[in-house]
């Protein structure tokens, strides 16, 4: 079970539909395999229809809506089993289903990187496919913008906790992180980027010039 999740202000976005593709792609991403994140986007999508029909007698006050945040924050969900043989995930439908074979670029020895924003020529933000090696590390870098991420096979661990398959994570420039990526499978994440990644470690000279 996921132990990282996009917090309800973000599914409720997505439940309204007020997201660019590809953040709306990583949140689906994560649904697919996550049935808590599922159930409340579920009760999300039943508000927003009852809220629909109740136009415009019924405005809802900041404190209810902090209340009906916090019930669907805290309600308990049962996982439900993961499906075997499931249909390909929408990203797969877009580049492929072995993620392995695109053609990534090297940036440093344990680093490869892959730019998929012409897939998604409607938005101005960065899609990046990132791959660290097995055990292999990441430059140090904050964030100018905000990042987020999420993994879609391995697994990595920076200052903020383990980050495994199907885990959603958002940074900013508040956070310096060093991933590493878990022994096993090398790990594969999904980024939008909303401004270009800055590098902090000696290699920042360096890798400038790649790291946009
Ligand atoms: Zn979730």
């Not at 991403?29 to 415009?56: I, T, Y």
């Not at 055990?135 to 495994?164: C, M, W, Y």
């Amino acid at each position: 079970m996921n132990q990282h999740h996009p917090d309800s202000l973000t599914l409720m976005e997505f439940s309204a539909g007020n997201m660019t593709e590809p953040h709306a792609l990583c949140i689906r991403l994560h649904l697919d395999q996550c049935s808590q994140c599922r159930s409340r986007v579920d009760m999300l999508d039943s508000l927003g229809a009852v809220m629909m029909e109740q136009q415009p007698q019924v405005s809802v006050s900041g404190s209810m809506f902090g209340t009906i945040l916090d019930r669907i924050d805290n309600d308990p969900v049962e996982p439900e089993p993961l499906q075997h043989g499931r249909p390909l995930n929408p990203l797969q439908k877009l580049l492929g289903e072995d993620l392995t074979k695109l053609p990534w670029k090297r940036q440093l020895c344990d680093a490869s990187v892959l730019d998929i924003s012409d897939h998604f020529p409607d938005q101005t933000e960065q899609v990046v496919l990132q791959k660290l090696t097995a055990g292999g590390r990441a430059p140090a870098h904050t964030h100018r913008g905000q990042e987020t991420t999420i993994v879609l096979q391995g697994a990595f661990s920076d200052n903020k906790g383990v980050f495994k398959q199907w885990d959603f994570v958002v940074l900013d420039e508040q956070d310096v992180h060093k991933p590493v990526a878990l022994q096993g499978d090398d790990c594969i994440t999904l980024s939008i980027l909303s401004a270009p990644v800055k590098l902090t470690g000696m290699f920042t000279r360096l890798l400038n010039p790649f790291i946009r």
